[in-house]
Structure formats: C-alpha cells, structure tokens
DNA sequence: TTTGTTTGCTTGTCAGGACATAGTCTATCA
DNA sequence: TGATAGACTATGTCCTGACAAGCAAACAAA
C-alpha cells in the first residue's frame, strides 16, 4: 500500500527531502494517504525513491513534527490526520488575511518618531532616551474594523513613515528591509471595549475584544517591534496546532 | 569561547544528541554561553566532544527548531536569547497550574454517559448515536475560580467517574489510561460572561472571559476529547514562543 | 490454556565521508 | 580609491554502512 509515487527531480535546487516532504503533503490532504493508513518501511520507501535512507528519514522527520505522521519503532509509520492546520506562525494579520482572499486596509491613526515609553524600552530593552517608531493603526477588512493595533519599532534598523505603513504590513515592511524574524513571545487574552476602541472598531462599550501582546526578535537576537492590539471577538480569535513532541 | 565543556556519558541509555541538547540548553540557561556569543563550529564541536558531525548537527538542529540557536551557512551559529519561553503545548490546565505550585482544586458540576450531542459528535467524529462522558467543571486555584470547563470524552477508551476528575487534571487521567496525545486544534477567543457563569467565576455579567475551544488527536489518530473552557481574563492568558522556521 | 521464548520487522542511533553553496575576507587590478 | 576575483570558512545536502532497541506475532513449554 503506501508505496507512494512521487516525482522526485534531482536537477531541482530543492533539497531532495523537501520534495519528499511536500510530496507527502500533498497526498495526504489530497487523500491519496488517508488517515490511518500505514506507509511502507522508511528503507523500502527509500529504495523506491532511489533516496537514501537518511534523507528518507529526514524528510519524514518533519511530517512527524509537524503532526502529519506517527512513528513507532517496530511497527511502522503512520498518517495521523488531515486536519492538521498551519501551526500558529509568525506572520502578520496583514499576510494572513491577504492569503485567505480578504482585502484588508490599513488607517494609521497616529505615527510618532519619540522617545520610547517605559513599557516600550522595557519589552525592547533600550537604553534610557531611545527613540522608537511609534504607531496606532486600524485595520479594516471589507470595510469593517477588525483590529486596533497599538505598535513600537526600533528605529536603527529601517526608517518608516506613515505611507506605506497604510499600504502594506508592518511584518512585510520590515522583512523587506532585511529583519528575518525568528522568534516572538505572545499573549493572548481578552477585555472589554472601551469608550476609545469601541467606536473604532465598530462596536459597543462593554463588548468582548480579544487582546494580543507581542515582542518578535530577530535572527541576530535583537528586539525588533512590540506590539499591543485588540480584536473584535465576534469576527477573529486565534487558531493553532499543537504537536506534542 | 563557545568551546563548550560538556560530560558525554556513552554507557547512559540518553542518546547522545540529546545530552548535547541538555548540555548546551544548561549552559545557555546559566549564562555560561552567553546570548549573541558565538560558537565553535560543528566540526570542531563534535571533534572535541569526540562525536560525529551528524550526531551534533542532530543537537543543533532541535536547538535552532526551539529558538535557542540561529545557524547562517558560511558565518557560523549563534546563541539567539535566554528569553526563550516554553512553547504552547499540548498540557491541561491542571498540570499547568500544579507545575508553577499553585494548588488547584476542581468541583465537577455535572457529569454524565450520554449521547453525543451534536456539537461532539461532528467534533469527535462519531457515528450518530454513539455515547460520550460529558462533564462540567469548576477550577479553583487557592480558592479563587478559574475556569469553567465542559468536555465531551469517547467513552470507548477509558471508564471515567466523577470521583477521579474531582482529583486530578482530565489528560492526567487520560494519559495514565494509555492514551499518548499527539495533536491539538485549538481556538482561543474572547466573550461577555453571561448569567450562568458569572456567578460560578465569582464576577459579574458583562465581564471579560478567554475562551477555548480544543478537540485532542492521540498517536493513533483517534479524536479524543473536544471541549469549552471559559477563563476569568483578570487572571489568565495564553502566552506561548513562536519560532520560525 | 497460559506463560515464557524466540524470531523477524521497523524505527532509533551513530559513524565517516563527499561535495555543494553561501557568506566573509583579502588581495589584486583598474 | 574602489570594485572585482579568488581563497577560505562554515553550514547544507546526501551517501553508505552498521548496530541497538522496541514491538508483535509465532512458537514452544508448563
């Protein structure tokens, strides 16, 4: 049975065991791979492949990670599920809303090139009189209000202004000038809207938000943005995998 | 500098690479390898641990995937930050709670073997008709309410009773009944605390609440409990570290 | 029937080598 | 002085080979 049948092209700059992987991927959310099937032995799979079995091994490492397959030495591997859904990554709502088809926009209630607030220089760890880009912007999707983000940029790595943050993401903004995030600690929690958000953002005092706290760093282990928004609860929460390592 | 001074024990049943793992997080966590510091390269690594090269990429390779390192090809690899925390994961609140020394205590308020309603049955999968333990609960830390949770469990993997969810934490009695969780799909968003759990949350109508909606997947691919949990937003929040991959 | 043992299968771990590729630095040349 | 080419370094990819360890089913003994 899952013998597989993929095209493996070893001219492609793709490593081998990408191919492997998106290969895999894409059977089992094409259902070729239905969940619970058992898939030959990494050696036979190698073998058919013309892989060896390190790189056999490799690739299917990452499904496991990723939740796709289950392993167990002696028995065999195994499709876990379909359902995986993109593990919660480090992208900005612009990018996300953009890929899922919206058409999201951006109004910059206020931009400040200033000295960084306590809370700023603390979650950055700037030293004392640092100046931060300082922004609150309103996100609107299809013309609702969705999002009150509330943002502090270093600004020794890229000069912003207010123009293109209103036209593009902060996340793409950034990545374009050369930040390659790596890492960010998130908290999500709830509150109630307020007499300045709830107008906003469309909605009521008293009415549910969710909130979102961020600081990302990059891969040179800097302290690149922090951010505060709030969210309208009845059109957005946050959805995850998680993968039990 | 990063030359590391580690204890490999051959004759240990932990695999090598994972003594590395263990070594490196531990010098790093004691500020022996300090964030940004850079260190030796693989080669010489493994050579002065006596390893082979693969052996302490496979190191290297968990650790750059938790966020601790940063690996460029032709530059080197670098300690990213200590403030790594510890990543969303596939734990219950129970344990959560008794790792960090609060005490919780929980009060089952209904508890039943039941059809499933609709809402389970779709999330869990089931043939129509099919039976699951529904239960609510109360959490409690130090006497203070939490959370109020409902959860639909299979009834076809381990017998439940109201006795042992009123003394431990539900994936706690799940795990020692054999059941090895994999997977997660999780939801977290926000609501107004209604007439029915105001009071059970010791708060008032209209108050902030972080709910969560997450049905479990076990290592052979069976859906295994789905639940609700509302949370009071003045005392609890998700955090989690993203990595990017 | 039950219990212990063996055998074979599959994944887990580890070694050593080879070449590719992407940065960085230096030396050379215009 | 500035740009370019090359050497060098470190990680990225891929290979072959070997043995260990966990699991399950078949088998043998009580």
Redesign the pocket.
Known sequence: MGSLNLNID?SS???????VVQGIEAAIHSGTLAPGS?????????ASL?????????A??EL?RSGLLV???????QVVSSQVRRHLELSSLFDDLQRVGSKPATEVLSFMHMEADDAAREALQLPKGAKVYHFTRLRTVDGKPLALMENSVRDDIVAMDEASLASRGLYEILRSAGVNFRLANQRIGAVIANAYQAPLLGTTVGAALVTMERTALDDTGRLVETGHHVYRADSYSFEMTLVQR
């Not at 700059?13 to 191919?19: E, F, I, T």
């Not at 058992?38 to 190698?46: G, K, P, Q, T, V």
């Open positions: 070893r700059p793709v490593p081998l065991y990408h191919q058992r898939l030959d032995n990494e050696i036979d799979l190698a013309n892989l060896s079995r390190p790189t056999m091994r490799k299917m490492d496991v392993r167990k030495r002696g028995v065999g591997t």
